[in-house]
Nanobody, 120 residues
């Protein structure tokens, strides 16, 4: 499966963005999917994960209650709705296919990231 994230941009604190991840390949619906982010000079961190069916989700504590992950298997798409954005959410966001969980090592392949910048 090949992945491409999009939807990033510049937004003011308190604003919202919706990231999309387009997947190619017939096996997309069999993968759990994850969103991660990487700020400059920092490691790649877990943001959210969703099971192959969409029935289970998990979030990092830092985004819980503000971000929502969803998927549409018919369209081969995964989404990350981000509300109440904070400057500390600024990062390159990546989607990835793999096994349900919060570890970077659970996932691969990775999509090309999309930059989210939140101004104060």
């Amino acid at each position: 499966v090949q992945l491409q994230a999009s939807g990033g941009g510049l937004v003011q604190a308190g604003g919202s963005l919706r990231l999309s991840c387009a997947a190619s390949g017939r096996t997309f619906s069999s993968y759990d999917m994850g969103w991660f982010r990487q700020a400059p000079g920092k490691e790649r961190d877990f943001v959210a994960t969703i099971s192959w069916s969409g029935s289970s989700t998990r979030y990092a504590d830092s985004v819980k209650g503000r971000f929502t992950v969803s998927r549409d298997n018919a369209k081969n798409m995964v989404y990350l709705q981000m509300n109440s954005l904070k400057p500390e959410d600024t990062a390159v966001y990546y989607c990835a296919a793999g096994a349900y969980g919060s570890s970077v090592g659970n996932y691969g392949p990775w999509g090309q990231g999309t930059l989210v910048t939140v101004s104060s």
